[in-house]
Nanobody
Framework: QVNLVESGGGLVQPGGSLRLSCEAS????????MGWYRQPPGKQRELVAT???????NYGDSLKGRFTISGDGAKNTVYLQMNSLKPEDTAVYYC??????????WGQGTQVTVSS
């Protein structure tokens, strides 16, 4: 069993920044890929960013340049740096991890609200 614990969400004004953290219960190098997804109110869950073993990153449409995913193996943590936040970035953000046997895990989610 793998636990993923997100933190760092909250209320921020448009144009502001937040950094989300996802701490895994085991080393992040043991995962094939980790990432962030989000679910805006009334909408389906969508890709934000992924980080594969070896460092390859992938971002959702129009998010690259504002959002940056990174990992710290020493802390078993994956981060999502979000800059220039917009009201449409309001969503519950979920951490995701996929093992080498393709088992998928999700965190409980953290709320991000962008509003003045």
């Amino acid at each position: 069993q793998v636990n993923l614990v997100e933190s760092g969400g909250g209320l921020v004004q448009p144009g502001g920044s937040l950094r989300l953290s996802c701490e895994a219960s085991r080393g992040i190098s043991s995962f094939r890929r980790m990432g962030w997804y989000r679910q805006p109110p009334g909408k389906q869950r969508e890709l934000v960013a992924t980080l594969a073993i070896g460092g390859t990153t992938n971002y959702g449409d129009s998010l690259k340049g504002r959002f940056t995913i990174s990992g710290d193996g020493a802390k078993n943590t994956v981060y999502l740096q979000m800059n220039s936040l917009k009201p449409e970035d309001t969503a519950v953000y979920y951490c995701n991890a996929i093992t080498w046997t393709r088992t998928e895990y999700w965190g409980q989610g953290t709320q991000v609200t962008v509003s003045s």
